[in-house]
């Protein structure tokens, strides 16, 4: 199993360049949330400069849990979706404040951050996975609905694992340095090409994988 997950990472690299954008900015975990649960609907320009704003006068989950919701609208009025948007943000804000800050949400099992994350309004499972790929980076290796279904197919994970125990039989096989481009790549993958209906006629993973053979 070493050597299929080797040679998918290579293949993956020569066909995916991932786009860490949040890498590229001094943003606190705190910023790094708020980007990314802004960035599904909005485009990340708009996104960078609405932190810009933000980090001026909210910098902590307490400060936004203490702003009137009228100036907090005002603040984020760039991203769009304001209403919805500002309540999203305070929700986000408790739960973070409920587990005792941004350093014991980081030391949250996934599940439980998972979880947590799901529980705040419009934020899907999509935006819940990419936030905790940000934040928990290499510790581990987070699987999602594409993710599995390209690693079903792939016969890396057996049929009737689910997101969980898929995550348990492959996280310990991928080297920690790799955890994130390899999600990124399946991600990617599966959202374009490995779709419900695959186009195993363009996929780089072709030639390795059981599905297409
Ligand atoms: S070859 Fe087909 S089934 Fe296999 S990973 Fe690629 S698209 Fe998916």
């Not at 079903?152 to 995550?167: D, E, G, M, S």
Request: overall charge positive; hydrophobic content about 45%; glycine content about 2%.
């Amino acid at each position: 199993m070493h050597e299929l997950i080797t040679e998918i990472i290579r293949r993956l690299k020569k066909w995916y360049k991932p786009q860490e954008w949040w890498k590229n900015a001094d943003y606190s975990p705190w910023e790094i949330m708020i980007a990314i649960a802004f960035s599904s609907r909005t485009s990340y320009k708009q996104v960078i400069k609405c932190i810009e704003r933000l980090r001026r006068a909210f910098r902590t989950p307490e400060d936004i849990m203490n702003m009137p919701n009228e100036r907090l609208a005002h603040s984020i009025k760039m991203v769009g979706f304001v209403r919805r948007r500002v309540i999203m943000l305070k929700k986000l804000a408790k739960i973070i404040i409920s587990v005792g800050g941004i350093s014991n949400f980081l030391n949250l099992d996934t599940r439980t951050a998972r979880k947590l994350l799901l529980s705040v309004p419009w934020i899907g499972p999509k935006t819940a996975d990419m936030i905790l790929v940000a934040l928990f980076g290499e510790k581990y290796f987070i699987v999602d609905s594409n993710i599995l279904r390209v690693l079903k197919r792939l016969k890396v994970v057996p049929q009737n694992a689910n997101i969980y125990k898929a995550r348990e039989i492959i996280e310990p096989l991928i080297p920690k340095n790799e955890r994130v481009f390899l999600h990124l790549a399946l991600l990617h993958l599966g959202r374009t090409i490995c779709k419900p209906k695959p186009k195993c006629e363009v996929c780089p993973l072709k030639n390795i994988c059981k599905f297409s053979t």
